[in-house]
């Protein structure tokens, strides 16, 4: 016997803004934001790991702020401001983030790399300079099983360098 | 992918609107703030209400204002982060503070509201499963079954509360607002919870918390302490909240509530009564200790083993009396 699932077939439309684009999205009213961005607009940079709140894999940022969008209703995101993945590189290229995960190689399996890379850009914003406890402390909600961590340490602390203008990052 | 089961969805903007659709629904409507808590039971089908309505776009709810008498007014919806980066909450109430920022993950506190937290279901290893794991064993008593797995034979539900302030909440003596069609009511924080795992908290299906109220703490100090496998993350396997009030160097007041033991954080009054009128020497506060650690009945229901989590109570209630002594010399 499988789960009870859900008999309502009839989609929602709501309006909110993906990665700067103002979108129109249908979906069916019982989905988590997760399973909108990935089943209904085709956004599978965010990733499904535990989907209960524990691994911190489906990290997105609303308004500016991190959330899982696992624990998130796409009925609660009308009118907000969302930014995943794929919206992180600019019209001058990859984030400074997403090249020192690269360069310093914080991703191995790099099912965890999109919860990391927002986690880190939502802190940096307010705080381009974090010891590495703050570090510690405000990225413990994403899990890794791969790098040990240390390498996602070492990436945030580089790309701030170049976040705080400091010199260039290799 | 495991997905919610299908509800109706309301979003109102005030706390009167909340109560009238809760009204109109009857007890299959549930309210959700954060989601934190209600979205993972609802996965796994622990709930599944026909109505959600959220606290999303109720402002009133929100907010933390200090009263002229002392007292902090804190709205259930305000998300525990709020708090936690709140200075001076930090400073009047570090107890509280401490407890919030043991729970989960910042992400997850971005999104959980202290309301919830209050509210939060109770656990257990038979029943913090999915569908298909808890059909495998029959269900439970606490949900679809009729057996419970921890003391079978139970007519009573054992799954603990472990809630992070609710302890705490009880030690400084807070009040909690609730409001409904009959009218608003005022309760302690101490009666708010309920020592039955399926029953566990004295508020009604049609009653919305609005405000939460701790009153000036004096000169007295307090402490949370809390014991989990991982420090990074976890729920907790104990959780002792203290509260001390001296007169000279005589405890006047005591208040020791444990969590994470039983389906209601439970106050030490054997404890409390050993310390007051008393210096806080060693062996007052080892006598409080033990006398904490008799009565406790952690069941086979959490993470660790039960035995020595009995032994762990002694321990704690003896370290948040000693951090509480130390911080009097400061
Ligand atoms: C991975 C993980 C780890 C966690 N770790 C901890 C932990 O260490 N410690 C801990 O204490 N908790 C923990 N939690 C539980 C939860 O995240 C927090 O307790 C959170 O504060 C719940 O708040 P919420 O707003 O998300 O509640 P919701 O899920 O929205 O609601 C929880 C319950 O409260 C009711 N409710 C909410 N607000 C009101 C209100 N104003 N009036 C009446 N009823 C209301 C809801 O109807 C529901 O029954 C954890 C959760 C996860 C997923
Ligand atoms: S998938 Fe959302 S926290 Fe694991
Ligand atoms: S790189 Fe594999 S989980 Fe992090």
């Known amino acids: 016997m499988t789960t009870p699932q859900a008999t309502v077939r009839r989609k929602v439309q709501r309006t909110f803004t993906v990665n700067g684009d103002v979108e129109e999205v249908s979906f069916l009213p019982h989905k988590t934001l997760l399973e909108v ?20 894999t489906c990290t997105v940022l609303m308004n500016g702020e991190p959330v899982l969008s696992c624990l998130v209703l796409g009925l609660a995101c009308e009118g907000a401001d969302i930014e995943t993945v794929e919206g992180m590189a600019g019209p001058d290229g990859p984030h400074p983030l997403q090249k020192t ?44 099983r791969c790098t040990g961590y240390l390498q996602i340490f070492q990436a945030v602390e580089e790309a701030c360098v170049e976040i705080r203008g400091e010199g260039e990052t290799k | 992918m495991m997905r919610l089961p299908a509800f109706a969805y309301h979003a109102p903007n005030s706390a009167r609107e909340v109560v ?89 506190r971005n999104m959980g509201t202290i309301g919830g937290n209050l509210c ?13 794991w808890r059909r495998a064993i029959n269900f439970c008593l606490k949900c679809d079954g009729d057996t419970c797995w921890v003391a079978p034979g139970s007519k009573v539900c054992w799954a603990v ?70 420090d990074a993350f976890d729920f907790p396997v104990l959780g002792v909240a203290a509260r001390i009030e001296l007169d000279g160097e005589v405890v006047k007041n005591a208040d020791i509530v444990i969590n994470a033991v039983s389906p209601a954080p439970t106050r030490a009054n054997a404890s409390e009564k050993a310390l007051i009128g008393k210096k806080m020497s060693d062996d007052v506060l080892a006598e409080a200790a033990l006398l904490a650690y008799k009565p406790s009945k952690p069941l086979d229901n959490t993470d660790f083993e039960y035995a020595w989590r009995k ?10 009396l000693e951090h509480i002594r130390s911080s009097f010399l400061i």
Request: aromatic letters at 6%; charged letters at 25%.
């Open chain 2, 161 to 230: 509360n472990s809630s992070d302030t609710a302890p705490v909440m009880m030690a400084l003596g807070a009040k909690l607002r609730l409001i409904s069609p009959r009218g608003t009511r005022e309760v302690d924080a101490q009666d708010f919870f309920q020592n039955d795992g399926i029953d566990y908290l004295a508020k009604k299906p049609d009653e919305l918390l609005t405000d939460i109220e701790i009153p000036d703490q004096g000169k007295s100090r307090s402490v949370y302490l809390k014991l989990r496998r991982r």
């Open chain 1, 101 to 144: 995960f690269a360069s310093i190689g914080a991703a191995q399996c790099g099912y965890c790399t999109p919860g990391f890379l927002l986690t880190a850009k939502a802190l940096v914003e307010w705080n381009s300079n974090p010891d590495r406890e703050t570090l510690k402390e405000e990225l413990s909600g994403v899990l890794c």
């Open chain 2, 311 to 320: 032994k762990m109570v002694k321990v704690y209630v003896r370290r948040a």
């Open chain 1, 37 to 56: 961005l990935r089943e209904d607009m085709h956004l599978t940079g965010t990733k499904h790991g535990c989907e209960l709140g524990e691994c911190g």
């Open chain 2, 20 to 108: 009238e659709i809760l009204a109109g629904e009857g007890p299959s409507a549930s309210i959700v703030a954060g989601g934190t808590d209600l979205f993972p039971n609802m996965k796994r089908r622990h709930q599944t209400p026909k109505t959600l309505v959220s606290l999303q776009d109720v402002d009133e709810l929100r907010g933390v204002s200090w009263q002229s008498d002392g007292s902090l007014r804190i709205g259930p919806g305000e998300i525990l982060r709020a708090l936690e980066r709140d200075a001076d909450i930090g400073n009047r109430l570090p107890a509280l503070v401490a407890a919030v920022r043991s729970i989960s993950t910042p992400v997850l």
């Open chain 2, 120 to 132: 939060l279901d109770t656990r257990c290893n038979y029943y913090n499963q999915n569908y298909e």
